[in-house]
């Protein structure tokens, strides 16, 4: 008599919601750690996620360019799981918290199974989930600057951090609109020129009397502008109305820089 896991025998979306729901509790459980093993949790429980992922969608991602889709859910996971502890320790708050965790992983599962069939054969979903995964790229990008800024780390340090988190989100990101490997190059370009820009601006921003708050919506304003200029670029659609639009995004996260600068510290 044969015995088959129950886990197989699950439609896809079936299982995306099983992982979310063991991701979850694993969140939860994270909840009650600190210091260096909240690090490791958080590691093991992004690796985690990026395996579970990989299992699921291993049929469809076979023979092809895959690696850009672990990279979005691995750093989502990272960033909730060492966010949360610098939240207010209030349930109400931590709750919510969780659960935006599990909508967005959710979310973000099904956007990568849409690029994963897409690598394959075109479907109509394609557009809708580029704009859902740009959405939480800016989200992860928020939360881990933030985070980053919080660890006060040496003055050299937090700019390479940035450009690291830039360089992957960006590449990933860029990605997306090929979903082929011969794009690969022209990617790593404009994701390292951008990784590059921020970098300095992290650089200047250790000298700039901000909140970790005000820090993480500047660099994610300017991450916005410059990754938004590129997708328009690689789309061939760089005209002069999309253009200005996102200059006038950059301008909005300058002003916000300026005008909530404490100089009197």
């Known amino acids: 008599m044969r015995y088959s896991i129950p886990f ?8 995306f919601v099983f992982i979310v729901f063991f991701m979850l509790i694993g969140v939860l459980f994270s909840t009650y ?7 490791l949790a ?3 429980l992004s690796f985690l996620g990026v395996i579970l992922l990989y299992w699921t969608l291993r049929s469809d991602i076979s023979g092809t360019f895959y690696y850009p889709i672990l990279i979005l859910p691995f750093l989502f996971t990272l960033s909730f799981v060492l966010f949360y502890q610098l939240i207010p320790a209030r ?10 965790y599990a909508f967005g992983l ?5 956007t990568q199974n849409i690029f994963a069939v897409s690598a394959i054969r075109t479907i109509n979903l394609l557009r809708s989930a580029r704009i859902v995964s740009f959405v939480l790229t800016i989200v992860v990008l928020f939360l881990l600057t933030n985070i ?8 050299f340090a937090t700019p390479i951090v940035i450009s690291i988190i830039a360089f992957l989100l960006n590449f990933q990101s860029l990605w997306v609109y090929s979903l082929s490997e011969t794009f690969i ?3 790593l370009m404009l994701s390292l020129l951008i990784a590059i820009a921020l970098a300095q601006l992290a650089f200047i921003l250790n000298l700039w009397p901000v909140t970790a708050a005000i820090y993480s919506i500047f660099i994610t304003g300017i991450f916005y502008a410059y990754s938004g200029l590129a997708h328009a670029w690689v789309e061939k659609r760089l005209f002069k109305g999309i253009l200005w639009e996102y200059v006038w995004v950059g301008f909005l996260a300058i002003l916000i ?5 404490n100089w009197g510290l």
């Open 257 to 261: 820089l300026v005008f909530f600068s």
């Open 33 to 39: 750690l600190s210091g260096m093993n909240l690090v």
């Open 106 to 110: 959710y979310s973000l599962f099904l």
């Open 8 to 15: 197989f025998n699950l439609s896809k979306r079936q299982r």
């Open 148 to 155: 980053t800024f919080s660890l006060r780390l040496p003055f």
């Open 185 to 187: 190059r022209e990617s």
């Open 91 to 100: 349930f109400l708050t931590r709750m919510v918290v969780v659960l935006l």
């Open 42 to 44: 958080s590691l093991f």
